[in-house]
C-alpha cells in the first residue's frame, strides 16, 4: 500500500508520527508525500485549544476528499482528537475508516491493512449538532467520564522515520502528565507521566548521530520530571551527562521544563556539558498570583522571579524562553499590567503569547469565560508589542558580534539566503540568522558556520559567514 501521514500539532505529536511511519515502512509499506496518489491516508491530530481542533477536521475533511474518485481507500485518524472524540468522528466523518488514539500507535499496521476500525469509545459522546452539517471543532461534546488512560511510549528499538531535517531530530524522554492545570486537557489525552530508561534514550540517541543527526532536542510534556515517577531524582542530570559524550551530537537542547521540577543538578549539567545548549524553555503561564491560582500552577509571581535570577546566575548568557496565556477566567487588566512588568523585568529571549481556549474536560470548563475575546486579543497584542520593542533594543545590540551557528537550509524566500539557528534558537518556534553573501555550493543545510552579525530586522539576525 502506499501510505501518506499529515502530522498536526507539537513535535511530541509529531515523534507519533515518525514512528507510525518506521512501522508503516518495516511492514513494507510505500510512504508518499503526495495525498493525492496514496492508497492510505492518515491524518495525526491535535486537540489542544479549538483552532487546533478546527484544523485538524478540516485536515480530515480535505483528506476525506481523496475517497471520492480518487487514488485513496482508506483514512485513518490519530492522536489527541482521536482519543478525545472517537466515535463523534466516524459519525459525522463517515469517510473515516479507522480512528486510533494516543496510546494505539504501534496498530497504525493493522489499520493500514484494514484489519482494525474505530474500537469501542472509552469516552462517552453527546452528539450537539445536525448531522447533515459540516462538522466543527466547536460542537464536538464530551462527557467527563473516561476509561484506562494511555500508556503506551516508544523505545530505541521501535522503528521511526524521522521528518525534520537530517541534522537535527526530537527525542521523547517520556509521555504524559500528572499536573492538573485547569486549562489543560493532556492528562486525559496522554495519561500519567511515564519517564522511558535512560539507556534506551542514550541508544536512540547514538543511533540518531550514526544517521547524521547533530542536535537532539529532548521533550516530554515535562522535561524535568524525568525519572521522578521512577523515584529517580536527578535522573535528568544524569541523562544529559551521557547524552554529553555521545560522539557525534553537537547541541543537546531541553524543551518544555516546568518551574517547579528545575533542580541544581540539572542547571549543573547545562553549565558544565559543553554540548547542552544554554537555553531554557519554561512555559511560565502568567505572573499574576491571582491567575495562577485559578490556574492551579505552582508558584506565584515572587517565586518566578526567584527561579529565573538562580537560572541566570547558575548558568550565564542562558536564553529564555517562555509562554503565557491571557484571557484566562477572571483576568482583570491589573493582572495584565503585571505580567507586563514582568516581562519587562526578566528580559525574555523568546515569548509567546496564547489566548485562553474555553476547553471542555478540563477544571476551568467549570468557571465563566468572562474574558470577551476582543479583549483577549487585545492583551495578546500588548504583551507581544512589548516583547517585540524589548527584542528588537538587545538585537540591535549583537550587531557586530561574531556567533556560531547551525544551518538549517535555505531561506523559504530566496535559494541564495541561508536560514540558521544560533545556540539560543530553537527550530520552529524562535527567531533565525539568516545568512547572506554566502556560497551555496560551500555552506549546506547541517553545517556549523561562524558568522559576523551585520544587521537585524524585527526578531531576526542577518549574518554573513566568516570563511
Given at each position: 500500500m502506499k501510505v501518506g501521514?499529515?502530522?498536526?500539532?507539537?513535535?511530541?505529536?509529531?515523534?507519533?508520527?515518525?514512528?507510525?511511519?518506521?512501522?508503516?515502512?518495516?511492514?513494507?509499506?510505500?510512504?508518499?508525500?503526495?495525498?493525492?496518489?496514496?492508497?492510505?491516508?492518515?491524518?495525526?491530530?491535535?486537540?489542544?485549544i479549538d483552532s487546533a481542533k478546527q484544523e485538524s477536521i478540516d485536515t480530515i475533511l480535505e483528506m476525506a476528499q481523496h475517497k471520492k474518485g480518487g487514488a485513496c481507500r482508506r483514512l485513518i485518524v490519530t492522536g489527541c482528537?482521536?482519543?478525545?472524540?472517537?466515535?463523534?468522528l466516524k459519525k459525522e466523518i463517515p469517510e473515516i475508516d479507522a480512528v486510533l488514539g494516543t496510546g494505539e500507535v504501534p496498530a497504525i499496521v493493522s489499520a493500514i491493512a484494514g484489519m482494525a476500525s474505530a474500537r469501542t469509545a472509552p469516552l462517552a459522546f453527546y452528539p450537539t449538532r445536525d448531522s447533515t452539517s459540516s462538522p466543527r471543532a466547536d460542537t464536538l461534546a464530551v462527557s467527563p467520564s473516561r476509561g484506562e488512560l494511555p500508556t503506551y511510549i516508544y523505545d530505541a528499538d521501535t522503528p521511526r522515520l524521522t521528518a525534520t531535517p537530517k541534522h537535527y531530530a526530537y527525542v521523547k524522554?517520556?509521555?504524559?502528565?500528572?499536573?492538573?492545570?485547569?486549562?489543560?486537557?493532556?492528562?486525559?489525552?496522554?495519561?500519567?507521566?511515564?519517564?522511558?530508561?535512560?539507556?534506551?534514550?542514550v541508544r536512540e540517541?547514538?543511533?540518531?548521530?550514526?544517521?547524521?543527526?547533530?542536535?537532539?532536542?529532548?521533550?516530554s510534556q515535562d522535561?524535568?520530571?524525568?525519572?521522578?515517577?521512577?523515584?529517580?531524582?536527578?535522573?535528568?542530570?544524569?541523562?544529559?551527562r551521557e547524552l554529553n559524550a555521545v560522539d557525534g551530537i553537537e547541541w543537546i537542547r531541553l524543551l518544555y521544563l516546568y518551574p517547579t521540577t528545575i533542580d541544581e543538578d540539572t542547571l549543573a549539567a547545562m553549565a558544565e556539558c559543553e554540548k547542552i545548549c544554554k537555553y531554557i524553555d519554561l512555559p511560565l503561564q502568567h505572573a499574576s498570583n491571582a491567575v495562577l491560582k485559578r490556574m492551579k500552577r505552582p508558584g506565584s509571581h515572587q517565586?518566578?522571579?526567584?527561579?529565573?535570577?538562580?537560572?541566570?546566575?547558575?548558568?550565564?548568557?542562558?536564553?529564555?524562553?517562555?509562554?503565557?496565556?491571557?484571557?484566562?477566567?477572571?483576568?482583570?487588566?491589573?493582572?495584565?499590567?503585571?505580567?507586563?512588568?514582568?516581562?519587562?523585568?526578566?528580559?525574555?529571549?523568546?515569548?509567546?503569547?496564547?489566548?485562553?481556549?474555553?476547553?471542555?474536560g478540563t477544571p476551568a470548563y467549570q468557571l465563566a469565560d468572562d474574558v470577551?475575546?476582543?479583549?483577549?486579543?487585545?492583551?495578546?497584542?500588548?504583551?507581544?508589542?512589548?516583547?517585540?520593542?524589548?527584542?528588537?533594543?538587545?538585537?540591535?545590540?549583537?550587531?557586530?558580534?561574531r556567533a556560531r551557528v547551525l544551518v538549517d537550509g535555505p531561506s523559504a524566500d530566496h535559494d541564495l539566503v541561508l536560514k540558521a539557528r544560533l545556540a539560543t534558537q530553537a527550530p520552529d518556534i524562535d527567531a533565525s540568522v539568516f545568512l547572506t553573501e554566502c556560497d551555496p555550493s560551500r555552506v549546506h543545510a547541517g553545517d556549523f558556520v561562524e558568522v559576523d552579525i551585520v544587521g537585524a530586522r524585527e526578531y531576526d539576525l542577518i549574518g554573513r559567514p566568516v570563511l
Amino acid at each position: 500500500m502506499k501510505v501518506g501521514l499529515i502530522s498536526l500539532g507539537c513535535p511530541k505529536n509529531l515523534v507519533d508520527s515518525e514512528v507510525m511511519l518506521g512501522l508503516a515502512r518495516q511492514a513494507g509499506h510505500e510512504l508518499t508525500q503526495d495525498a493525492a496518489s496514496a492508497d492510505v491516508l492518515v491524518v495525526n491530530t491535535c486537540a489542544f485549544i479549538d483552532s487546533a481542533k478546527q484544523e485538524s477536521i478540516d485536515t480530515i475533511l480535505e483528506m476525506a476528499q481523496h475517497k471520492k474518485g480518487g487514488a485513496c481507500r482508506r483514512l485513518i485518524v490519530t492522536g489527541c482528537m482521536a482519543e478525545r472524540y472517537r466515535d463523534e468522528l466516524k459519525k459525522e466523518i463517515p469517510e473515516i475508516d479507522a480512528v486510533l488514539g494516543t496510546g494505539e500507535v504501534p496498530a497504525i499496521v493493522s489499520a493500514i491493512a484494514g484489519m482494525a476500525s474505530a474500537r469501542t469509545a472509552p469516552l462517552a459522546f453527546y452528539p450537539t449538532r445536525d448531522s447533515t452539517s459540516s462538522p466543527r471543532a466547536d460542537t464536538l461534546a464530551v462527557s467527563p467520564s473516561r476509561g484506562e488512560l494511555p500508556t503506551y511510549i516508544y523505545d530505541a528499538d521501535t522503528p521511526r522515520l524521522t521528518a525534520t531535517p537530517k541534522h537535527y531530530a526530537y527525542v521523547k524522554i517520556a509521555e504524559g502528565c500528572d499536573y492538573k492545570c485547569a486549562f489543560c486537557i493532556i492528562p486525559t489525552l496522554r495519561g500519567h507521566y511515564r519517564s522511558r530508561p535512560r539507556d534506551s534514550i542514550v541508544r536512540e540517541a547514538r543511533a540518531l548521530a550514526a544517521r547524521g543527526v547533530k542536535e537532539l532536542l529532548l521533550i516530554s510534556q515535562d522535561t524535568t520530571f524525568y525519572g521522578v515517577d521512577r523515584q529517580a531524582r536527578g535522573a535528568l542530570a544524569r541523562l544529559l551527562r551521557e547524552l554529553n559524550a555521545v560522539d557525534g551530537i553537537e547541541w543537546i537542547r531541553l524543551l518544555y521544563l516546568y518551574p517547579t521540577t528545575i533542580d541544581e543538578d540539572t542547571l549543573a549539567a547545562m553549565a558544565e556539558c559543553e554540548k547542552i545548549c544554554k537555553y531554557i524553555d519554561l512555559p511560565l503561564q502568567h505572573a499574576s498570583n491571582a491567575v495562577l491560582k485559578r490556574m492551579k500552577r505552582p508558584g506565584s509571581h515572587q517565586s518566578y522571579d526567584r527561579l529565573l535570577s538562580r537560572i541566570r546566575a547558575r548558568v550565564p548568557d542562558v536564553a529564555l524562553r517562555t509562554t503565557f496565556i491571557v484571557g484566562f477566567p477572571g483576568e482583570t487588566d491589573a493582572d495584565v499590567d503585571g505580567l507586563c512588568a514582568f516581562v519587562g523585568d526578566h528580559a525574555f529571549d523568546h515569548v509567546g503569547v496564547f489566548t485562553y481556549s474555553h476547553e471542555e474536560g478540563t477544571p476551568a470548563y467549570q468557571l465563566a469565560d468572562d474574558v470577551p475575546a476582543r479583549t483577549k486579543g487585545a492583551r495578546r497584542a500588548r504583551v507581544m508589542g512589548l516583547q517585540k520593542r524589548l527584542v528588537q533594543t538587545r538585537q540591535r545590540g549583537r550587531i557586530g558580534q561574531r556567533a556560531r551557528v547551525l544551518v538549517d537550509g535555505p531561506s523559504a524566500d530566496h535559494d541564495l539566503v541561508l536560514k540558521a539557528r544560533l545556540a539560543t534558537q530553537a527550530p520552529d518556534i524562535d527567531a533565525s540568522v539568516f545568512l547572506t553573501e554566502c556560497d551555496p555550493s560551500r555552506v549546506h543545510a547541517g553545517d556549523f558556520v561562524e558568522v559576523d552579525i551585520v544587521g537585524a530586522r524585527e526578531y531576526d539576525l542577518i549574518g554573513r559567514p566568516v570563511l
